[in-house]
């Protein structure tokens, strides 16, 4: 038990009463005679010993032991546990009374002795745990960056501060001791209407409210300094009044300069986000609309809080066509950054022609840019039109200049090689033959070329036979006249073979402007040319063997400089088709047209 602590065990205490009592026996066994008149009294030096050193129950158990030892060996008659003698009864009975009294007042005052040692013990500990828990505190506002400091409100001084002021303030704690009510020295004036507000309702607050609040304050070099602080009540008096506060101070001057900043930026990107004449979309990759800015508003007529609010797919309503839908949809749940046109349907029914493009953004978030091309589209059709009527007026002018080489120009040849057929077979001079022969195969050359030439300008047998035929008999006479074996290639559906004729007159002269590039430039030996039809359109293909040039632009286009390519060009986009150009050093060159099947109807 813990009032036992400091005895001997259990079994060493109540051994000590049996045997103190036995050996006090013996003692008095050797030397009787001198404890003859009085035989108890020696016991009481053995209960005294058994009630100190055993306690409570040991002491009583010596003193039944002492009891019955004397009554047994000293008290008359020996041997025996009666009493003759009414002083030895006396005395028994003064053994039996002063060896529990002197047990119980012996195991009082060794229950007094152990709760003091307790109490000294508990002292000298909760006196260590407070010394090592100020050390503690003290090492920690020491490391620590943040200043503790605690403040009392009725002096106006501060009662600790850690030395980590130094760092934010200038001071050291000594000097911010001595000041009279630092803080509202040093705190900036703008900031203390708020500091007052705060210290009032702490005052007011549960014990342990912790208040934060922003501030600035001035250090030594005058310089301005963001702080923040953590505040809580420390100290109230007996009437709850609160007396001191501690508080936790860290500089965030960097923090707010850092803020100042993002805020600037993000004000400048909100700025550029609602003014920049373009349509920015942020969406999610399931295609839920985030955040849209004016122009996006402005343009389809929709605006961010009915698209988010509205039951109604917003793409639903901007692109009816389902096919148009899921690529756009695709394209944000898979950005590539590339642009492409859409026809777009705006809140009011109109249809526009929008150009996009989708930017992946972290956490699968697509930025989509778009703008209006309505304008550039119908100046690019205007521009088509223009040009598709310029190559019509050609078209018309070579075929009248080749219908004038050929029916007349022909003509007055053929003429002028019959009269001199006439005159050379009335001639009878040899000399005057030879040179009319020579003058009829002047004639006859002449009579070539000029069939040539006509070809050239207008074919009569793309008029009559059609394409297919057309680029046959060119390519043939392509192969003879330069060399370079030419094949032409026709997969038409269904054994067709004429098409529009605005159609056969530009893939006629996209093949015609090409074969002549290659015979130029391209030092080719083998060309071919590939005519199908696919998807709606008419796939044209010329394809040399020849050394190639590497000068194209990054969408792949010619370079401008290339007459000859940016005529096929415009011969293309005059029937609402595009030229692609395929090129490298020593690998030759493809010039690939893609034109619609169906009249834009201009």
């Known amino acids: 038990m813990e009032h036992n602590r400091g005895r001997g065990s259990l079994t060493r205490r109540y051994l000590a009463a049996l045997l103190a009592p036995a050996v006090v026996g013996g003692v008095m066994l050797f030397t009787w005679p001198l404890f003859n008149a009085n035989p108890v009294s020696p016991y009481l030096l053995a209960v005294m010993f058994c009630a100190w ?9 010596s003193v039944l032991i002492s009891f019955l030892l004397s009554d047994y060996f000293f008290i008359q008659p020996y041997f025996s546990l009666s009493i003759l003698n009414r002083g030895d009864l006396v005395r028994l009975l003064v053994l039996a009374t002063v060896g529990p009294l002197m047990s119980w007042l012996s195991e009082l005052m060794h229950k007094k002795r152990r709760l003091a040692e307790i109490n000294r013990g508990a002292t000298k500990r909760a006196q260590e745990s407070l010394r090592e828990k100020e050390r503690f505190v003290n090492q920690i506002a020491e490391l620590s960056p943040v200043v503790i ?8 001084r501060e009662v600790y501060i850690s030395p980590d002021i130094v760092n934010l303030l200038g001071y050291t704690p000594t000097e911010i001791a001595e000041m009279e009510d630092p803080f509202s020295v040093l705190r900036h004036p703008e900031d203390t ?44 008096d007996e009437h709850g009044i609160l007396q001191q506060i501690i508080t936790a101070t860290h500089d965030i001057t960097e923090r707010k300069r850092a803020e100042g900043d993002l805020r600037q930026q993000k004000e400048i990107l909100q700025t550029i986000f609602d003014h920049i004449p373009v349509m920015i979309r942020l969406a999610s990759p399931d295609g839920k609309v985030q955040l849209v800015n004016r122009e996006y508003e402005r343009t389809t007529g929709w605006t961010l809080k009915e698209i988010q609010n509205n039951s109604q797919d917003v793409f ?11 690529v756009i949809l695709d394209r944000i749940a898979s950005p590539r950054g590339e642009w492409a046109d859409f026809r777009t ?24 840019i778009g703008q209006d091309i309505s304008d550039r589209k119908r100046a690019e059709e205007t521009l088509r ?56 195969g002047l004639i006859d050359a002449a009579l070539e070329q000029v069939r040539n030439l006509s070809f050239e300008l207008r074919p009569s047998l793309l008029d009559d036979l059609g394409l297919v035929a057309a680029l046959r008999w060119y390519s043939d006479q392509y192969t003879q ?16 073979t004429r098409l529009r004729q605005e159609l056969e007159t530009a893939c006629f002269r996209i093949v015609q402007e090409a074969l002549t590039n290659v015979v130029r430039h391209a030092n080719a030996k083998n060309v071919s040319i590939d005519l199908r039809k696919l998807d709606h359109k008419i796939v044209l293909s010329i394809k040399d063997d020849g050394i190639g040039f590497k000068d194209l632009a990054p969408d792949g286009s010619a370079c401008a400089t290339r007459l000859g390519l940016r005529g096929m060009r415009e011969r293309a986009l005059a029937v609402g088709g595009t030229l692609e150009i395929e090129s ?19």
């Open 481 to 496: 006249r330069t060399g370079i074996r030419t094949r032409s290639v026709s997969s038409l559906p269904g054994g067709q």
């Open 345 to 368: 349907r705006v809140r009011d029914g109109r249809v526009i022609d929008t150009s996009w493009t989708e930017i992946h953004l972290s956490a699968g978030m697509s930025l989509g």
């Open 149 to 156: 400091s605690v403040f009392d409100l009725a002096t106006r």
């Open 193 to 236: 209407l708020e500091v007052n507000r705060i210290l009032a309702r702490l005052n007011h607050s549960k014990h342990g409210e912790i208040v934060d609040f922003e501030y600035r304050m001035r250090r030594r070099d005058g310089e301005w300094r963001w702080v923040a602080s953590r505040i809580m009540p420390f100290k109230r």
């Open 584 to 602: 490298a050093p020593a690998r030759g060159t493809e010039i690939r047209a893609y034109l619609p099947t169906e009249s834009n109807g201009d």
């Open 53 to 61: 050193y055993g306690g409570l129950g040991p002491g009583l158990l």
């Open 385 to 440: 039109s223009f040009s598709r009527q310029l190559i019509e007026a050609q078209e018309a002018e070579r075929q009248q200049i080749a219908r004038e080489l050929h029916d007349q120009i022909g003509q007055v040849l053929t003429a002028v090689r019959i009269n001199l057929q006439t005159v050379g077979n009335s001639s009878e001079s040899e000399e005057s033959g030879s040179l009319i022969a020579q003058g009829m």
């Open 316 to 326: 639903a309503e901007l692109y009816p066509d389902k096919h148009q839908r899921q």
